[in-house]
């Protein structure tokens, strides 16, 4: 009994870390997209902010000087997403691959440039285990919700106010009306332009501080490519959960369980093919409209022209 | 600049360029003396230069002809599988020869760019081509993997700074579920851990099933913490980058991780690496340029690097000497002889 109790807990633990970075990533998916603009670059901006955020604890030594720089390399290239989709009107995905594989292909390159040769950076400061005294002796869940980085805290604390911002304030009001009906926004005197400035750059910066968990949290180093999908799977989280915060949040979870249940088993009981389909399995039976249908906000993807 | 239609192209061809430069296209040093015609040249997998295993230890043996043989070298990296192909041939073009295809990744690669140039020598590291034109350098990966799992085998029931005798249990991080030379260092890890501690657990499992397998450490890392979890204090890997994430989490957890391909301890010393499964790709390279450089070159041949070629090693045990026992240390030793010897069977397969 004792060992079963354990192992929840452990699998627990892992499930949350497998969660956190998706459900930042999902989250700032989540402004962009019910601000009217497509964000497939999520995994592109993870990557980046992952390397700037190694690259700034690296040179100072300081995990907080890494997530500054992390949160700014996010916030440079979701706003160039944000100038091609909606000052220039490019399509949207387009843009988005385009930030996919400039974060491929730069970080690479910045790797020979900052350290020499590519693969895996030395290791860099990172943020350590945070043990919230209390809540930390609860059994079985105490130890996985509340020995955990900084930054799973924040997660628990950005989930609810992401909620709160987007369906309870004027604010969230503005940028739901953007990604839905963007002609009410316009005639209401406020600028539909700015509104789908704001979400694409709080997406930058939320998927930052998804990369800033891989690289210095999880790991306390960048390795190429570490997002691997990532980016992807917090985008099936996003649909799968309705574009609404704790419905993406909850998602996450799911998947993070799948995973960490996978790691538990032999792998010849589950194979490891499985895991890999199993979001986007669940986005497409959720896409095609079982259990109610997923309906994303109706002007996504669409540039919006002043008349 | 109003115009969308102009924009996009333009920065699409900014990526471009710029996933062109990341990493690709260094090396090109010219070690040639003039006076030789040996021109070698390896192109690596996608794990690139930098990957602290193969393609690194293939460079090395490339320089090491380069300055000890004065032959001319190039290095091509691949950025993606679609590299292969154009790598192999465009310096087949260029006349190098031997072309050193660097993984089993490109097997399929040289299997259709060999036919094309009968007159270039290639060779393939860690997979077998059957082609006159082609040498195939393989290792005997099970018996790096097989004493790396009779240390893991008799450290786990040791009480150490990092082990602990109660729970007789070891992991395997593998990379790329079916990669042949992973498997390989499975199948004799398991066996190894087997002969010495008959008891013991071995639980084995892998970070995926695709190459990106070999690049994604948060994943190894949370693999080996729920091994640790189920009470592995000894963890050995094969893969690749993925391993980074074993390294970080032995250090929280304190227990053993074992390195794989090059002496990883010297690569990471801040993570309790107690020792590696070396595989000296380094040595075959320089071998056979070295072959090519004399007439004999060895294509059509398999040529198998083990323990007895010095192909395959344990690296040293490093700050963590003390911490073994004498008695493990003989057996090592012991285990050793015998493979070269002949005595000791290793299963190809897990």
Redesign the interface.
């Known amino acids: 009994m004792e060992e079963t109790l ?2 929840l807990g ?1 699998i627990l633990a ?1 499930t949350l ?2 969660a956190t ?1 998706l459900i930042f990533a999902a989250l700032g998916g989540m402004f962009s997209e019910r601000s009217g603009v497509v964000n497939i670059g999520l995994e592109g901006l993870m990557l980046i902010s992952a390397f700037a955020g190694a690259v700034g604890a690296f040179y100072s030594g300081n995990a907080l000087v890494g997530l500054a720089t992390a949160l700014g390399a996010g916030l440079l290239f979701a706003l160039i997403h944000a100038v ?1 989709c909606i000052t ?4 949207q995905i ?2 988005g691959t ?1 930030i996919n ?2 974060a ?6 910045l ?2 440039v900052f350290f020499g ?4 950076t030395p ?1 860099v400061a990172s943020f350590e285990l945070v043990r919230i005294p209390g809540l930390a002796d609860i059994p079985v869940i105490g130890p996985a919700l509340f020995e955990q980085s900084l930054l799973v805290y924040l997660m628990y604390f950005l989930v609810p106010l992401t909620f709160f911002v987007v369906f309870r304030t004027p604010f969230g009001l503005r940028l739901r009306a953007s990604g839905e009906v963007p002609e009410a926004v316009d005639t209401a005197g406020v600028s539909v332009t700015r509104m789908r400035y704001y979400g694409v750059a709080l997406s930058g910066m939320l998927a930052a501080l998804g990369g800033v968990y ?1 690289s210095m949290s ?4 960048f ?4 997002t ?2 990532r980016g992807f799977i917090a985008l099936a989280a996003l649909i799968f959960g309705r574009w609404n915060p704790i419905g993406a949040a909850v998602a996450a979870l799911l998947f993070g369980l799948a ?2 249940v996978t ?2 088993v032999a ?1 010849d009981v589950i194979p ?2 499985f895991v ?1 389909m199993f979001p986007y399995i669940l986005t497409i039976v959720v896409l095609a409209g079982f259990g109610g249908r997923a309906i994303a906000p109706s002007a996504l993807g669409k540039p919006y022209r002043k008349e | 600049m109003r115009n969308p239609k102009l924009l996009v192209p333009l920065v699409l061809i900014a990526t471009l360029i710029a996933a062109g430069c990341g990493g690709g296209g260094s090396g090109g040093d010219e070690g040639g003396n003039g006076g030789n015609s040996v021109r070698a040249a390896i192109v690596t997998d996608v794990g690139g230069l930098g990957d602290q295993s193969f393609n690194d230890s293939a460079n090395a043996g490339l320089e090491r002809g380069g300055s000890e043989l004065g032959v001319e070298t190039r290095v091509l990296e691949s950025q993606s599988p679609t590299d292969y192909e154009n790598n192999l041939t465009q310096l087949a073009d260029n006349g190098f020869s031997p072309v050193f295809a660097v993984g089993f990744l490109m097997t399929d690669a040289v299997n259709s760019v060999a036919p094309q140039y009968p007159d270039t020598n290639f060779a393939i590291v860690d997979s077998v081509v059957e082609a006159d034109n082609v040498a195939s350098l393989t290792f005997r990966e099970g018996e790096g993997g097989y004493l790396a799992g009779v240390v893991a085998g008799l450290m786990t029931q040791e009480d150490t700074e990092y082990t602990s005798s109660d729970e007789k249990v070891v992991g395997f991080l593998g990379g790329q579920e079916g990669a042949p030379p992973v498997q390989k260092f499975q199948a004799g890890y398991e066996a190894g851990v087997e002969a010495v501690c008959p008891d013991c657990e071995v639980i084995a499992q892998y970070v995926g099933s695709t190459p990106d397998a070999f690049n994604d450490p948060a994943r190894g890392r949370e693999i080996a913490l729920q091994q640790i979890d189920q009470g592995a204090d000894i963890i050995f890997h094969g893969a690749g980058a993925s391993g980074a994430g074993l390294f970080e989490a032995a250090g929280d957890r304190n227990i053993f991780a074992i390195g794989v391909d090059s002496d990883q301890a010297r690569l990471v010393p801040s993570a309790p690496i107690l020792t590696s499964a070396i595989k000296r790709v380094d040595n075959a390279v320089f071998q056979t340029i070295e072959q090519a450089q004399n007439g004999e070159f060895p294509g059509g041949q398999v040529v198998e690097f083990g323990l007895e070629e010095k192909g395959i090693a344990l690296a040293p045990f490093g700050r963590f000497d003390d911490q073994v026992p004498q008695q493990v240390k003989d057996r090592i030793d012991e285990v050793r002889q015998g493979i070269i010897n002949g005595e000791v069977e290793i299963p190809e397969a897990p």
């Not at chain 1, 491929?104 to 390159?109: D, N, P």
């Not at chain 1, 999880?218 to 180093?221: C, D, N, Q, W």
């Not at chain 1, 390795?223 to 570490?226: A, P, V, W």
């Open positions: 354990t192992a452990a892992s870390r497998n970075p091609m220039f009107e490019a399509d387009i843009s385009a594989l400039l491929l292909g730069g970080t690479g390159f790797m020979v040769s590519g693969g895996t290791r891989l999880l790991l306390s180093a390795t190429e490519g570490m691997n999908g995973q960490a790691f538990r792998q490891l093919e890999q």
